[in-house]
């Protein structure tokens, strides 16, 4: 039953291979390696279970050094308009804590807002939060006196 689910995200990772794409464009091939993952994770509590110590203990020690060595943040591999369209997102859904913390972060970051921190501001107004429109206001656009 897994031999279809391996086969899928085998020809899914042959179709990547000769060229490099967006790394958006690979999650659909989550939902076949789920079942997958399951499986192992039983497949190393039968280990353990039988007592196959070494076998167990090797493919968890060789399963969290591929998760710890490959996890990344994706909004390192995401593009500026990209990173604007998640911004963006999150101020239409009037996420309005994530949509400051986001493009706080874009900021830190030095990637253009294209002037989203505006749309936010002019979001929380029209939503009736004029002292959150305010004070991201002052935080952005009014430079603290200098003594």
Not at 78 to 100: K, N, Y
Request: glycine share 4%; with cysteine; proline share 6%.
């Amino acid at each position: 039953s897994t031999a279809f689910f391996r086969l899928m995200v085998l020809v899914y990772a042959a179709s990547m291979l000769p060229f490099h794409i967006f790394y958006r464009f690979r999650i659909p091939v989550v939902p076949l390696l789920c079942p997958l993952a399951g499986a192992g994770l039983i497949e190393i509590y039968h280990e353990f279970k039988t007592k196959k110590w070494f076998m167990a203990s090797a493919v968890t020690v060789l399963v969290l050094s591929i998760f710890c060595l490959t996890r990344v943040n994706p909004d390192s591999k995401r593009s500026a308009r990209e990173q604007q369209a998640v911004a963006t997102h999150l101020i239409r859904s009037e996420r309005f804590a994530a949509a400051e913390r986001y493009l706080d972060s874009m900021r830190k970051r030095q990637i253009p807002t294209g002037g989203l921190e505006l749309s936010l501001i002019e979001r929380a107004v029209k939503s009736g939060y004029p002292e959150l429109a305010e004070t991201l206001f002052r935080k952005w656009f009014v430079q603290p006196p200098t003594d």
